[in-house]
């Protein structure tokens, strides 16, 4: 049942707006008539006064000479006013637009949420006692559809023998965070806390199969482990190489990047292009890390991989750390940022 208190006032501040508007609207067609008017008598004057009269305007002329009614009132004026203006058509738009959104059934978040960014990006301080109502109907509004939408996307991947927790937004599939956004009718789906869907329709399906495509993609392929441990290895002296390091630790996405160029095949390293480079995802990598130096613990010619938790500060950069999945959900494990190859 749509909020009839919320929506009295959004109608009271819509009109009250729009009265606004029209007065505003009344005072720039004013200046805009004076204007007109002023150089229209101008000019009148000046075309009377350059034939053979009997009367003389010249006091006239200089008289209208003085007025400076355009230049000290008019146009300081103008922009202000076409400001305020545009300003006030976009509110009172995004003020019925609210209303008609929650007078919808079920409420139309979509529509809400796009007013209510608008009234928020208004500077009137008039809208300041709806903003935390309207936010808190679009946010009872997206529950109930996420309540919804949860219900079927277990229903379906159950189907699938795949078990989900959580409760929307924020729902777990395994490794896999999905994060549901009715507003924008999209859901971004993460290994973690790493993208790898950054945009999927917000229906059932389609969430299935971006989960279906993230887990074959990530968790679905057939990986030597020995000969990624190998790669690994080498990633990380050619790191330590380049970059003249003289410790054992090495910051693990630069060894990410390296291990990448080092995956190439012989096709990248003659034409380098889009076309003949092998893709090879963050997520893959933090996968197969996890797999092979945690979980099975391979080594390599004696060597094992020991690993450093990242500070505060590395974990707010991507380019500093990677969260690397250790459990079964996508919340188990922690942050690495420096990597060191050292005997077993």
């Known amino acids: 049942?749509?909020?009839?208190?919320?929506?009295?006032?959004?109608?009271?501040?819509?009109?009250?707006?729009?009265?606004?508007?029209?007065r505003a609207n009344a005072?720039?067609?004013?200046?805009?008539?004076?204007?007109?008017?002023?150089?229209?008598?101008?000019?009148?004057?000046?075309?009377?006064?350059e034939h053979d009269t009997t009367v003389d305007v010249r006091a006239a002329q200089e008289a209208f000479g003085r007025v400076r009614v355009k230049e000290e009132g008019i146009d300081p004026l103008t922009a202000d006013l076409r400001r305020e203006i545009k300003g006030l058509a976009a509110l009172?738009?995004?003020?019925?637009?609210?209303?008609?959104?929650?007078?919808?059934?079920?409420?139309?978040?979509?529509?809400?949420?796009?007013?209510?960014?608008?009234?928020?990006?208004?500077?009137?301080?008039?809208?300041?006692?709806?903003?935390?109502e309207l936010q808190g109907e679009l946010d009872l509004a997206q529950r109930a559809l996420g309540d919804e939408f949860g219900q079927k996307l277990r229903a379906a991947l159950a189907a699938l023998g795949v078990a989900i927790g959580g409760r929307p937004p924020k729902l777990e599939i395994g490794r896999f965070e999905l994060d549901a956004n009715f507003a924008k009718r999209a859901c971004v789906l993460r290994y973690g806390k790493d993208i790898v869907a950054p945009h999927v329709s917000i229906t059932v399906d389609a969430t299935v199969k971006a989960y279906q495509?993230?887990?074959?993609?990530?968790?679905?392929?057939?990986?030597?482990?020995?000969?990624?441990?190998?790669?690994?290895?080498?990633?990380?002296?050619?790191?330590?190489r380049k970059r003249e390091i003289s410790g054992s630790r090495v910051n693990i996405v630069d060894v990410y990047v390296e291990l990448v160029i080092l995956r190439q095949g012989r096709n990248f390293t003659v034409e380098p292009s889009k076309r003949t480079f092998s893709d090879y995802s963050r997520a893959q990598f933090i996968h197969d890390f996890?797999?092979?130096?945690?979980?099975q613990r391979?080594?390599?010619?004696?060597?094992?991989?020991?690993?450093?938790?990242?500070?505060?500060?590395?974990?707010?950069?991507?380019?500093?750390s990677m969260w690397i999945v250790e459990g079964d959900s996508p919340y188990d494990?922690?942050?690495?940022s420096d990597i060191e190859i050292v005997k077993e």
Not at 121 to 132: L, N, R, T
Not at 214 to 240: P, T
Not at 333 to 336: A, L, M, T
Request: charged letters at 20%.
């Open 92 to 132: 009172v738009a995004a003020l019925k637009e609210s209303a008609t959104a929650l007078r919808a059934e079920p409420v139309d978040v979509v529509r809400l949420d796009k007013a209510l960014a608008a009234i928020q990006a208004s500077k009137e301080p008039g809208v300041a006692a709806v903003i935390p």
């Open 290 to 295: 996890y797999e092979f130096t945690s979980r």
């Open 1 to 22: 049942m749509p909020n009839e208190t919320l929506l009295l006032q959004i109608s009271q501040l819509a009109d009250s707006y729009t009265l606004r508007q029209k």
């Open 298 to 320: 391979l080594t390599h010619q004696g060597q094992v991989v020991r690993v450093h938790a990242s500070t505060k500060s590395q974990t707010d950069s991507p380019a500093k």
């Open 333 to 336: 494990g922690r942050y690495i």
């Open 213 to 240: 495509a993230a887990a074959k993609a990530i968790q679905g392929r057939s990986v030597d482990g020995a000969a990624w441990m190998a790669q690994l290895c080498d990633a990380y002296q050619a790191v330590r």
């Open 27 to 49: 005072v720039q067609a004013a200046f805009k008539l004076t204007g007109d008017a002023l150089t229209k008598t101008q000019r009148a004057l000046r075309d009377y006064a």
